[in-house]
Each structure stands twice: as C-alpha cells, then as structure tokens.
C-alpha cells in the first residue's frame, strides 16, 4: 500500500507563486518516476510535469519556463515550484508516482491539492 500526500495548493493573484509538495509513504522498495496532473473544470486530467528517479524532467508547453518539478529522493518527495502563476494554471493538482513494493509495481495518484490563481 503506498499513500501520497500532497500539500501546497491555494489562492493565490495571477504573477504570484505556489510550491506543492506530495510524499509517498509505505513499504515502498523503490520510487521510479513521479509526476505533476492537473484537472481544471470541464476538462480531461492533464500533464503538468515528470522526473524520472536519475531527474530528468518533462514539462507541459504551458508552464515550460514558469514551473520547475523536482524531487528528494531520500524523503520520497516530488515538489513542483509553481511562479508566474495564470488564471489559466487554476485546477485541482495531483501527484503521480510509480513504485516497487515487495517486487511488484504499482501506479499511484494522490488525493488532488487546489490552486486558484484570481485575475
């Protein structure tokens, strides 16, 4: 059983900046990659970032440039720094994580953290 926790989200102006944070807890051999979702009203889930466990990163066209993704290791941790916040970034955000537990893989979500970013 693996649980990711996230933490972070609000409301915050457009311009302003948010750092989410999503831990994975549990008998966890091995965490492989981890990633950024995110659901705005309306709309399908969408990729936001991803870093793999040697840290390389993939963005979103959308936030390239103004969100940086990235991970402790040690802590089993993935934080997403979020600046130059727009209305348009407004959605619920969940974390993503792949891992290893007692040899078997598995593919988990966390329970989704909202950021809301006023005009």
């Known amino acids: 059983q693996v649980l990711l926790v996230e933490s972070g989200g609000g409301l915050v102006q457009a311009g302003g900046a948010l750092r989410l944070s999503c831990a994975a807890s549990?008998?966890?051999?091995?965490?492989?990659?981890m990633g950024w979702y995110r659901q705005a009203p309306g709309k399908q889930r969408e990729l936001v970032a991803f870093i793999t466990s040697a840290g390389s990163t993939t963005y979103a066209d959308s936030v390239k440039g103004r969100f940086t993704i990235s991970r402790d290791n040690a802590k089993n941790t993935v934080y997403l720094q979020m600046n130059s916040l727009k209305p348009e970034d407004t959605a619920i955000y969940y974390c993503n994580a792949n891992t290893i537990v007692g040899g078997s893989r598995y593919n988990d979500w966390g329970q989704g953290t909202q950021v809301t970013v006023s005009s």
């Open positions: 549990g008998s966890i051999s091995r965490v492989n990659g």
